[in-house]
């Protein structure tokens, strides 16, 4: 048995125990009954408020809390990353915007390497651990049923040498090749003569789960963050189309895409 499976045993374990079904624990604990089986049959992780939200019902201590942060550190991927995957994979529909890097589910495996070998605390082995751990999350794009994915980049990200000239025009015309040939994935520029936008604030991601419930992914630095309250989810929501606003069209964008590919000699 993992250290996850353990965890969620003994979330399972602590309501049974106290003869409660899920819709009854829910509400003990302020969650639906479908988020408690989601939880508890593994396809949708227990985040910090989760668990916190168990420990104060529950009276434990912060029993579970301490359990989770010891199976963040058991865990290579971080917690936040392991919960933001899972929605990753159910999303029916992905709206992405990247700043400054080409987004991960449509990096080529030299761009992905470029970007890993950037950060220099990282040993060789590490980086092609990431690399190939990117590059499998790719497959929900090659599946029978793959989301929607819609892309804005900044113009500055078809610009930015990463990996060298040749990974780049790789990477470029890999793009260009999406846009013209995969009916479920659109990517879209922000050219540079928009100025300040509002996506200049940083880059997110909102997953469209199925039920129509979104789930937003802000990343930074040192730790992404998982966003489900509704009201920061809508703030994020307008951020996307302010930031659509300024983007080029779909056929605008490939021809930017080719045209910045071309030059990368």
Known sequence: MTAAEILLDELRHARTSRGMNQDEFGKTISYSGTHISAVETGTRPPT????AAVDKALKTGGMFARLLERLSELDAAPLWLREWIT?????RA????EVAWVPGLLQTEGYARGVFTSDGRLSAQEVENRVAKRLARQGILAGEDPPQLIAIVDDAVLRRPVGGAAVMREQLFHLA??????RRVRIHVVPSGVGAYAGLDGPFVIATLPGLVDVCYLDNRLQGQVIERSSEIAVVREQWEATLAEALT???STELILEVAKSWT
């Not at 929605?87 to 999303?91: I, K, P, V």
């Not at 090749?177 to 995969?182: C, F």
């Open 94 to 97: 992905l709206r992405w915007y």
């Open 87 to 91: 929605f990753e994979q159910q999303a």
């Open 177 to 182: 090749h999406l846009n013209q040939d995969s």
């Open 250 to 252: 779909l056929q605008q």
């Open 48 to 51: 910090d408020d989760y668990v």
